[in-house]
């Protein structure tokens, strides 16, 4: 917690200087103080990626359109994906990679409660401007997606009544479309709130991918089966958000299990969905210390 603190400080106070935290990740990426997590060996030159230019940041403030890197953007292309669930349903899907070929690997994301809407897909834009290609599906696709059913709540209760197993085995057809893309099994996961929950599910279900970062999301329905994972796991949690963080020492138990590499990281000051910028509990501050975080674990793990 120490290392957090001292961390936060020295971006508070270079901000000072830059004017906004995203020219400040940016300085410090720049300098190479921002290349490897606090709290974690160093990784040799020659063993990691690191992109060409500076990556998409959270903004500095709300953004109620959802929208912080265009898709137009010439760090990043977009591109038609299709993928389809094991029953052979057409998934709706959202797909972005680097402008240029060369990839560091592919990472899914997992939408939150509302579905595969913009703020989502900006998500995925931002990935894809770290060196990695990006996809989302929505889980309700065969519902006709989040723009069929636009009514938040409408959603929500939707996709509380689908089968995790079969939302899972819906992640797992995404994950094998992506490695078809080229990058083989150089796969990585992250998700929000539901979207963070069932990266732990997909996870505890076996999901072949070299590490995964869950923003604050619900422990699994198996939770022991979390001890056989061989991802590279990050857990991100909030310090308010009291029902979802009260689980991550039972989830920290069987990540210790594993021997395989991880992290879980509670973010001082900061409430359930802090990382989303189209949503009232947006902190842009703890939000790009732990996008920070996230890239650079991926930048470590997916090779």
């Given at each position: 917690?120490?290392?957090?603190?001292?961390?936060?400080?020295?971006?508070?106070?270079?901000?000072?200087?830059?004017?906004?935290?995203?020219?400040?990740?940016?300085?410090?990426?720049?300098?190479?103080?921002?290349?490897?997590?606090?709290g974690t060996p160093a990784v040799p030159a020659s063993r990691t990626s690191t992109p060409a230019q500076p990556f998409a940041m959270?903004?500095?403030?709300?953004?109620?359109?959802?929208?912080?890197?265009?898709?137009?953007?010439?760090?990043?292309?977009?591109?038609?994906?299709?993928?389809?669930?094991?029953?052979?349903?057409?998934?709706?899907?959202y797909y972005a990679l680097?402008?240029?070929?060369?990839?560091?690997?592919?990472?899914?994301?997992?939408?939150e409660n509302r579905g595969l809407v913009d703020h989502i897909k900006d998500v995925v834009r931002r990935v894809a401007t770290a060196g990695y290609g990006a996809l989302a599906v929505d889980l309700l696709s065969r519902e006709g997606?989040?723009?069929?059913?636009?009514?938040?709540?409408?959603?929500?209760?939707?996709?509380?009544?689908?089968?995790?197993?079969?939302?899972?085995?819906?992640?797992r057809q995404a994950l094998s479309t992506l490695s078809g893309t080229?990058?083989?099994?150089?796969?990585?996961?992250?998700?929000?709130?539901?979207?963070?929950?069932?990266?732990?599910?997909?996870?505890?279900?076996?999901?072949?991918?070299?590490?995964?970062?869950?923003?604050?999301?619900?422990?699994?329905?198996?939770?022991?089966?979390?001890?056989?994972?061989t991802a590279a796991v990050f857990a991100v949690y909030a310090e308010q958000d009291g029902r979802v963080t009260s689980t991550k020492d039972a989830v920290e138990a069987?990540?210790?299990r594993t021997g395989e590499p991880y992290r879980v990281t509670v973010y001082p000051g900061v409430d359930h969905a802090f990382h989303n910028d189209t949503g009232p509990r947006y902190n842009a501050t703890q939000a790009a210390a732990a996008w920070?975080?996230?890239?650079?674990?991926?930048?470590?793990?997916v090779r």
């Open positions: 917690m120490r290392c957090r603190s001292e961390r936060l400080g020295l971006l508070r106070r270079v901000t000072l200087i830059t004017g906004s935290t995203a020219a400040t990740l940016a300085l410090l990426q720049t300098l190479g103080c921002g290349a490897t997590p606090v959270p903004p500095e403030q709300p953004t109620p359109d959802g929208v912080t890197v265009r898709p137009d953007d010439p760090r990043i292309q977009v591109r038609p994906l299709q993928v389809r669930g094991p029953d052979g349903a057409p998934l709706i899907s680097p402008a240029s070929t060369a990839q560091s690997g592919a990472v899914l994301v997992v939408h997606g989040a723009d069929a059913l636009s009514d938040p709540a409408a959603y929500a209760a939707a996709l509380s009544k689908r089968d995790v197993g079969a939302m899972v085995g819906d992640l080229g990058v083989g099994d150089k796969l990585g996961m992250t998700g929000f709130c539901f979207g963070g929950g069932m990266v732990w599910n997909a996870l505890a279900a076996g999901a072949p991918v070299k590490a995964a970062v869950p923003f604050y999301g619900p422990a699994p329905q198996d939770l022991a089966g979390l001890a056989a994972t069987e990540l210790r920070l975080d996230t890239i650079n674990w991926f930048h470590r793990y």
